[in-house]
């Protein structure tokens, strides 16, 4: 079983910045794809950014230029880096690791935090 934990989130004015960590551990040989998403108050859960292993990272575009995701594949970490926020930025943020492998023939499935609130309001 894979867990991921993260940490970071909290209360900011608007205009101001957070950092979103999320570390995954567990039996793993590789994550074909790391992110974030968001859910807020009776929306549905949305992507934020996501990074693939290979490939171009994905963006929402609500978040373009104001978010920065960044991976490390060797600790299996993930980070968002949020500048600018905005009231509506308000949202549980949820990691994700999807396309895990616990060896180079076993696939394992996806696995998701446990969320972190991220309040922008002054």
């Known amino acids: 079983q894979v867990r991921l934990v993260e940490s970071g989130g909290g209360l900011v004015q608007p205009g101001g910045s957070l950092r979103l960590s999320c570390t995954a551990s567990?039996?793993?040989?590789?994550?074909?794809?790391m992110g974030w998403y968001r859910q807020a108050p009776g929306k549905q859960r949305e992507l934020v950014a996501a990074?693939?292993?290979?490939?171009?990272?994905n963006y929402a575009d609500a978040v373009k230029g104001r978010f920065t995701i960044s991976r490390d594949n060797a600790k299996n970490a993930v980070s968002l880096q949020m500048n600018s926020l905005k009231p509506e930025d308000t949202a549980v943020y949820y990691c994700?690791?999807?396309?895990?492998?616990?060896?180079?023939?076993?696939?394992?499935?996806?696995?998701w935090g446990q969320g972190t609130q991220v309040t922008v309001s002054s």
């Open positions: 990074m693939p292993s290979r490939g171009r990272t």
């Open positions: 994700n690791a999807a396309g895990i492998k616990s060896s180079p023939t076993m696939y394992i499935g996806d696995s």
């Open positions: 567990g039996r793993i040989f590789s994550i074909d794809v």
